[in-house]
């Protein structure tokens, strides 16, 4: 259902913060799921005007995007083709595209923005992502992110629609640094679920993150993002806060492979989608081709192939060859 955005009900604690007075912006966030219904709200709080589609909605997508200022794509990355390939003919080539998806495509390996600048390559394209577990922003609680993009001024409009007292909003020139930091610290959500499953102690889970940080470095740079983006709020900041909370979906996955449970079992269960299971596949793929070493990531694919248990996945990352630490 697509409708003027009252979410009184849904985010209580938010509702209470005055509503910011900017110019008002026409935006279609498409995705109703979790993050979109929360970005939905955080526009909808800053003055704009905001309609919020998912796939059961009667009205069509065509109606809901066309000549907006801004279109939203939160869905999963399981739906960005289909949703790009019905948004074809309908988005003007004014509209700022946001997409705040954090996965690859199991065909291409693509990221979520390439595949929207593949379609539209007029159109501005806008990556926002950062530690934005939503059930937490739904609580009301302070929350910072990032919206990615080589031109400033575009950068700095999207910030302007969601900046707040509440979620702090910043610009960065890298957008593919800031689109993989937030897609490959789910591989490394899923590992840091299984490491406290498994109660392997702090010690284990520091030096889990660090290491895992450096292969999300090699990865990225690798592909051609810049290593200081991966220290900010979009690698390092969602890195803590996915790896450090039972609240993500990824870290729940990892948390209960580690005791016992099968991972068609742990699916039946979860509530939204953990987008980290193919993510590690698509990069265990791509980093093949390229030859690029992911010791943590090629464990963590092993381990949700049912190829081995948690504690083998942990032999096996402790008996690797020595090496140099850079
Ligand atoms: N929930 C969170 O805390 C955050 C999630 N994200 C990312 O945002 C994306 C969405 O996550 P959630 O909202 O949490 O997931 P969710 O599982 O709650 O919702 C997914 C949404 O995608 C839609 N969708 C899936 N396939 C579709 C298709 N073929 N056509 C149309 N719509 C389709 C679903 O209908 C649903 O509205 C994921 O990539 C996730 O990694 C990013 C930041 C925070
Ligand atoms: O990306 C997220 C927080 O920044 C949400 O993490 P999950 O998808 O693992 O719940």
Known sequence: MSEQVNFNLEFPAIAQIPTLQKKQLSIAVIG??????????????????????????????????????????????????SIVTQAQQAISPNTIIVTATKGLDKETTCT??????????????V?????????????????????????????????????????????????????LGGTLKNIMAIAAGTCDG??????????????????????????GAKTETFYGLSGLGDLLATCNSHLSRNYQVGYNLAQGKTLSEILTQLKGTAEGINTTKVLIQRSHQLQISVPISY???????????????????M???TAPEY
Do not use: C
């Open 299 to 317: 464990q963590v694919y092993r381990l949700l192939q049912s190829e081995i248990t948690p504690q083998e996945a942990v032999e096996a990352l």
């Open 32 to 81: 109703a799921g979790a993050w979109g219904s929360a970005l939905a709200f955080l526009a909808a709080k800053n003055g704009h005007n905001v309609r919020l589609w998912s796939r059961s909605s009667p009205e069509k997508l065509e109606d809901i995007i066309a000549n907006t200022d801004l279109l939203i794509s939160a869905v999963s990355m399981s739906g960005v083709r």
């Open 112 to 125: 979520p923005s390439q595949i929207w600048s593949a379609a539209f390559p007029k159109n501005p394209i």
């Open 127 to 179: 990556i926002l992502s950062g530690p934005n577990l939503s059930e937490e922003i739904q609580q009301g609680l302070p929350a910072a992110t990032v919206v990615a993009n080589k031109d400033h001024n575009v950068a700095k409009t999207v910030q302007s629609v969601f900046n707040s007292q509440q979620f702090r909003v910043y610009t960065n020139p890298d957008p593919l640094g800031v689109e």
């Open 198 to 223: 498994l109660q392997l102690g702090t010690n284990a889970k520091a030096a889990l993150l660090t290491r895992g940080l450096s292969e999300i470095i090699r990865v990225g740079t690798n592909w």
């Open 319 to 321: 008996l690797r060859d």
